[in-house]
């Protein structure tokens, strides 16, 4: 039931040796441009059919070393 301001949020990420899972509401964009060195992001969100509604779109930053994680609705 989040709601962003602006259309757009960033979220900064840091895991090293561990793990983590990020709940995004249905029908938000994500876009993941975090740095995975022996690790890496997982998104499991349900894909969206494309269309011209723009949508909130939560960017995923960040570096995750030795570990992982997942993005899920």
């Known amino acids: 039931q989040a709601v962003i301001e602006g259309g757009s ?3 900064d990420t840091f895991v090293m040796f561990g793990g983590g899972d990020i709940r995004v509401p249905e029908g938000w964009e994500v876009l993941v ?3 995975a060195i022996f ?3 997982n998104d499991k969100t ?3 059919p494309s ?3 723009a949508r909130p779109r939560l960017v995923i930053t960040g570096l995750v070393l030795f570990g992982g994680i997942e993005l899920r609705n």
């Open 9 to 11: 949020a960033r979220l």
């Open 39 to 41: 690790g890496g992001v």
């Open 33 to 35: 441009q975090a740095t």
């Open 46 to 48: 349900a894909p969206m």
């Open 51 to 53: 269309s011209s509604e």
